[in-house]
């Protein structure tokens, strides 16, 4: 298979984590034969140094052109007083939009070599393994009208919190669909006690789950959604949430599997015409410029964002297992960055290991 892929480092520890990755994948496609086209792009900040804009029309066409995205981290404290429209993570959002990914799947387990790095007691977290299925291009973050206004003590600002019924309706129905596939339980979270906004997300999920009578439904206000995250996160399958309370829930679900910069997460719009189910892959975390340059940034929710990538956009399964058996494989026996229980491992050693894993797996199978 030819796998078409745009790359887009952006700003931060992301090109050095997208670097490992890159490895992981080159290794994986020439185990089995497939042909890795690579282009990178500019994003974020990166972007905004080179034209003057945080994502370039060049980079939106050959997203368009791409079978899949693989994104770093965007976002640096020096492009924070720029206007909305100007930083460095509008670039994200408005790549989000021209790809069309409606649907954005964080995936997290907890890994019983990494229990002890958790804050959460080993009783609570073992056998955790739920995916949060978040709305991506609803909601708050591109709601209009929005606007900052006036000056002094006469300022204010708004946003809008739109919702349709079709924009519920598609994630609801992906939602349920996975479920399908994991253990058929559904976790709406909303918060239609206070907001009507809510309600009609309530009423839409309530009324697509009458086609999935195989699949439980059941429903939670975010705020104790939040609190069950830490107290019972076992109780839950598939977390289903809109745009804003996707975002903060799935990175309070980071405690769970230990370190934030675990988490892969992939972002699916709908099949095209070609028959190909393009994609916007990123580790959950931020730019963490406090890491930049350091050689020591988790490079694990990376690849296994380009393990999402595989099996997502490309239907490689067994390729994408070959990756994360290799990530639990280092988790297990290292070497780990200092965020995994204070691993003496970097970012380069980390990427090996799992490529040498890969690599030792293939022989065996052989």
């Given amino acids: 298979m030819r796998l078409n892929i745009l790359v887009l480092p952006g700003d931060g520890i992301g090109a050095e984590i997208t670097r490992e990755a890159v490895k992981v994948l080159r290794t994986v496609c020439e185990l089995h034969g497939h042909e890795l086209a690579m282009k990178e792009g500019l994003i974020g900040g990166a972007s905004l140094d080179a034209t003057g804009s945080p994502i370039s029309a060049a980079t939106l066409k050959a997203a368009g052109a791409a079978d ?180 903060i829930l799935s990175d309070e679900a980071a405690v769970l599997a230990g370190s934030i910069g675990l988490l892969p997460s992939g972002s699916l719009g709908s099949r095209r015409a070609d028959g190909k189910l393009p994609g916007l892959y990123e580790p959950i975390h931020g730019s963490a410029p406090d890491l930049a340059g350091k050689g020591i940034a988790n490079p694990l929710g990376s690849i296994g964002s380009a393990a999402a990538m595989l099996e997502w956009s490309f239907g490689l399964k067994a390729e994408a297992q070959a990756i994360e058996a290799a990530i639990d494989h280092v988790i297990q026996h290292g070497p780990t960055t200092p965020d995994l229980l204070g691993g003496t491992g970097t970012t380069a050693s980390v990427g090996g290991a799992v490529c040498s894993r890969i690599k030792a797996m293939a022989k065996v199978t052989k």
């Fill in 68 to 247: 899949a995205v693989l994104l770093g981290a965007v976002g640096l404290p020096k492009y924070d007083h720029l206007p909305p429209a100007q930083r460095a993570e509008r670039g994200l959002l408005d790549l989000r939009q021209a790809m069309g990914v409606f649907a954005n799947l964080r995936p997290v387990k907890a890994h019983p070599a990494l229990y002890g790095a958790s804050p959460l007691k080993e009783a609570l977290i073992a056998g955790t393994d739920l995916l949060i299925v978040r709305e991506l291009m609803g909601g708050l973050y591109f709601g209009q009208p929005r606007a900052f206004e006036g000056t002094g003590k006469d300022r204010r600002a708004f946003n809008t919190l739109p919702y349709s019924y079709v924009e519920v309706e598609r994630i609801a129905r992906m939602a349920f669909e996975l479920a399908r596939t994991r253990r058929n339980k559904v976790t709406s979270v909303d918060k239609a006690n206070v907001l009507e906004t809510s309600q009609l997300w309530r009423q839409v999920v309530t009324e697509i789950a009458a086609e999935y009578p195989d699949v439980t439904l059941d429903h939670l206000y975010v705020d104790n959604a939040a609190m069950q995250l830490v107290l019972n996160p076992k109780g839950f399958d598939v977390l289903l949430t809109e745009n804003l309370f996707g975002d």
